[in-house]
C-alpha cells in the first residue's frame, strides 16, 4: 500500500470534471492509503506549507494537478513520483503544466485522455528524453448504467416518452452551451427535416453561459438564442427540451433515441463522456472529430465523425456530412442497429469502469515502484514562445507565473497551433476536397460578413468576388467545385477565412 497526496487544483471544475474527480479519488482508495491536500489559494500559503511539512513529505506519489502543492512539496526536498492529471488544461494554454514543469521530474507522468492532448503536449514540451512521460489513458463510464433495453421495452418506453413509431429520434445530453454547438444540432435537425422524415430532436442537459476566454467570446444567452433558432427554423414542435435527468432516465433516453448528436466544439473536450455513456446504451454517435471524440468514435463502426479545421475566424465542421449520415442512418434502420451493437460493445470493451481501474490501478502501481530521476525539461519553441507571452506575476508572492491565455483575434498563431491537434485536419486547403459549402451561417452586407453563429459571432470583410462565390453556395448540399466559376486563390482565400467549408463526403454515397 502506498502513500498517495491527491490534490487538484483550486479553480472550479464543471458537472463532469468533477464527477471524474471523485472516480479516480475512489479508485486510489481502493488499494491505497490517500492523503486529501486541502483547498489551496495564495493567502493560505504558509498552512499549505505547514501542513505538507507535517503530513506530505513522507508520500510515495502525489496526484494531481496543483502546482502550488507541487512546488511546495519540491522545495522542501520531496524526492517522491508525480502524476499530472492535464484534465483538458492543455488547449487552454497550458497554464497549470508550464508553471509545474520546473518541478516535474523525467520519471514523472503526464496524464492524459486522448491523443488530441498527447499532441499538445508534445508541441509544448521538449521530447527530448528529460522530459516527463506521457500516460494516455481515457476515463470510464459506469456501462451497466446505461445498457441497451429489449425491442418490447424500447417500443414502451417511446410511448410513454410521446414518440410515434415512425419518428427518427435524434438526442444530444450535456450541458447546452455555445461551445457544445447544440445549436449547429439543431440546424443540422432543420435540413434534415426538410428532406421528409419526421425527426425529433431530445435534449438533456443545463443551459450554461461559460465564456471561452481564448477567443473573446464573453457573453451569451444559449436558452433565449436556442429557442429563436428553433422557432426561426420552425422546429418548435419537433425539439423538446427534457432538462437535468438522473441516471436512471438518462438510460431510458437513450434507449428510446435512435441516435446520439454531439458536435462539441469545446476547448476542454479532452474525452466526452456523453458519447460513451451512448454508445453503451446502443446508439450510433454522429460527432464532430474533435478532442477526445476522435478516439472515442470509430468511423462507420460506432458511429460517424465530421471533419473539423482551423479558419481564421474559429473552427469549422463538415455540415453536410452531419446531415448525410443522419440520413443515411434513419433509411437504413438495419445498419443503424448494427452501428448501436457495435458501438455497445466496444463501450464495455474500452470503456468500463472496472477497465479504467485497472489501468489507473496499473500506472500507479508503475510509479510508486519506480526510482525518481530529477531532470529539467525544457520547452519547444512554440511553448518557449507562449510561455514568455503569457506570463504573469503573483500578487501574493510576487513569483512569475504561467497565465491562461487570452487571445484578441482567432487568427492568433498561438490560438491556432494550441488549437489544431483538437481538429481532424489542421488547416485544410481547396485541393483535399470539392464538395463546398457555407461554412458559417450569417449574412453578406456591403463589405463584410456578419455570422449569427452563437459561437463564432463575427465579422468578417469581404469583397465583391467573395460575395459573388458565397452568394452560390449553401450550408446544405452546397455545390461541386466545378460549378462555381472563381478561381482556387478566391476559394483559398475563403476557406482560410472560415466562410466556405469543404466537405470530404461524398453525398452520393448515401
Avoid at 481547396?430 to 463546398?436: A, D, K
Amino acid at each position: 500500500m502506498a502513500t498517495i497526496l491527491f490534490g487538484q487544483n483550486d479553480r472550479k471544475f464543471g458537472f463532469s470534471t468533477n464527477n471524474t474527480v471523485r472516480r479516480i479519488e475512489s479508485i486510489l482508495k481502493t488499494r491505497h492509503r490517500l492523503l486529501q491536500v486541502p483547498a489551496y489559494d495564495a493567502s493560505s500559503e504558509d498552512g499549505i506549507q505547514t501542513w505538507i511539512s507535517q503530513n506530505g513529505l513522507g508520500a510515495d506519489l502525489y496526484v494531481g494537478s496543483n502546482y502550488q502543492v507541487l512546488r511546495q512539496l519540491r522545495e522542501l526536498g520531496w524526492k517522491g513520483r508525480v502524476l499530472w492529471i492535464a484534465h483538458g488544461d492543455l488547449p487552454h494554454g497550458a497554464s497549470g503544466l508550464r508553471s509545474a514543469l520546473p518541478f516535474l521530474w523525467m520519471t514523472d507522468v503526464i496524464w492524459v485522455a486522448s491523443h488530441a492532448d498527447k499532441m499538445t503536449y508534445e508541441s509544448l514540451v521538449a521530447q527530448n528524453g528529460a522530459q516527463p512521460k506521457v500516460a494516455l489513458m481515457p476515463y470510464g463510464v459506469d456501462c451497466n448504467a446505461y445498457s441497451p433495453l429489449t425491442e418490447t421495452d424500447r417500443q414502451s418506453l417511446r410511448q410513454e416518452w410521446g414518440i410515434v413509431p415512425e419518428e427518427f429520434v435524434v438526442v444530444y445530453t450535456g450541458r447546452i452551451s455555445a461551445a457544445k454547438n447544440v445549436h449547429s444540432a439543431v440546424e443540422a435537425l432543420h435540413y434534415l427535416s426538410l428532406l421528409g422524415p419526421k425527426v425529433k430532436f431530445l435534449i438533456a442537459g443545463t443551459f450554461d453561459n461559460r465564456a471561452v476566454r481564448e477567443s473573446h467570446f464573453w457573453v451569451t444567452d444559449p436558452r433565449k438564442k436556442m429557442q429563436c433558432l428553433i422557432e426561426h427554423f420552425g422546429l418548435t414542435d419537433r425539439v423538446r427540451f427534457v432538462g437535468w435527468v438522473d441516471q436512471e432516465r438518462l438510460n431510458e433516453l437513450y434507449n428510446v433515441g435512435d441516435v446520439f448528436i454531439n458536435l462539441t466544439l469545446d476547448i476542454g473536450e479532452n474525452f466526452g463522456n456523453t458519447q460513451v455513456e451512448a454508445m453503451s446504451a446502443g446508439l450510433p454517435v454522429v460527432g464532430t472529430a474533435w478532442g477526445g471524440l476522435k478516439d472515442t468514435i470509430v468511423e462507420e463502426q460506432t458511429g460517424f465523425l465530421a471533419d473539423t479545421w482551423v479558419s481564421e475566424y474559429g473552427v469549422r465542421f463538415d455540415m453536410p456530412k452531419v446531415i448525410n449520415v443522419l440520413k443515411m442512418l434513419m433509411d437504413q434502420p438495419a445498419f443503424r442497429n448494427k452501428i448501436g451493437t457495435y458501438a455497445s460493445q466496444r463501450a464495455r470493451e474500452q470503456y468500463s469502469l472496472d477497465m479504467y481501474s485497472d489501468r489507473l490501478l496499473e500506472l500507479i502501481d508503475t510509479l510508486v515502484s519506480s526510482t525518481s530521476r530529477e531532470s529539467r525539461a525544457r520547452f519547444t519553441n512554440f511553448g518557449s514562445s507562449l510561455h514568455s507571452r503569457f506570463t504573469i506575476v503573483d500578487d501574493y508572492t510576487g513569483d512569475r507565473l504561467a497565465g491562461a491565455p487570452i487571445f484578441s483575434r482567432l487568427s492568433d498563431p498561438h490560438w491556432t497551433e494550441l488549437i489544431a491537434p483538437y481538429t481532424s485536419l489542421g488547416w485544410i486547403e481547396p485541393g483535399s476536397g470539392n464538395h463546398l459549402f457555407t461554412a458559417l451561417r450569417g449574412r453578406t452586407e456591403s463589405e463584410f460578413y456578419y455570422s449569427t453563429d452563437l459561437l463564432w459571432p463575427v465579422r468578417i470583410r469581404t469583397d465583391a468576388e467573395d460575395a459573388k462565390v458565397i452568394q452560390q453556395l449553401s450550408r446544405y448540399p452546397g455545390l461541386n467545385r466545378g460549378s462555381l466559376d472563381c478561381s482556387d486563390d478566391v476559394i483559398c482565400k475563403l476557406v482560410r477565412k472560415g466562410l466556405v467549408g469543404i466537405s470530404r463526403w461524398d453525398p452520393t454515397d448515401c
